[in-house]
């Protein structure tokens, strides 16, 4: 059984920080890409950050570069998101992602989603 289980998220006040965990099982793990997307009410789902199975590569959008930071413990099949000096524009549900590809066409699994807060 595939299950990617996110835990972290919550209240928070402008410029506070949190860490947001994404906990999965049931595939090899460390072959998968990982990402972050947050979706927002009226607005549309946004990709966050990625990290790479090989080699750790981290890519961010813009509005978060220099806050955000992605990384993964295949150890513990974990993929965080470390998000400091946050912001309203912050508060979303956030996702995480596993995604790679087969012979057949791509594989993506889904997290089932962490709110998070940012409120004076």
């Known amino acids: 059984q595939v299950q990617l289980v996110e835990s972290g998220g919550g209240l928070v006040q402008p410029g506070g920080s949190l860490r947001l965990s994404c906990a999965a099982s049931?595939?090899?793990?460390?072959?998968?890409?990982l990402t972050w997307y947050r979706q927002a009410p009226g607005k549309e789902r946004e990709l966050v950050a990625g990290i790479t199975s090989i080699g750790g590569t981290t890519n961010y959008a813009n509005s978060v570069k220099g806050r955000f930071t992605i990384s993964r413990d295949n150890a513990k099949n974990t993929v965080y998101l470390q998000m400091n000096n946050l912001k309203p524009d912050d508060a979303a549900v956030y996702y995480c992602n596993a995604f790679t590809y087969s012979s057949s066409g791509p594989i993506n699994y889904w997290g089932q989603g962490t709110q998070v807060t940012v409120s004076s």
């Open positions: 049931g595939f090899p793990f460390s072959t998968y890409a």
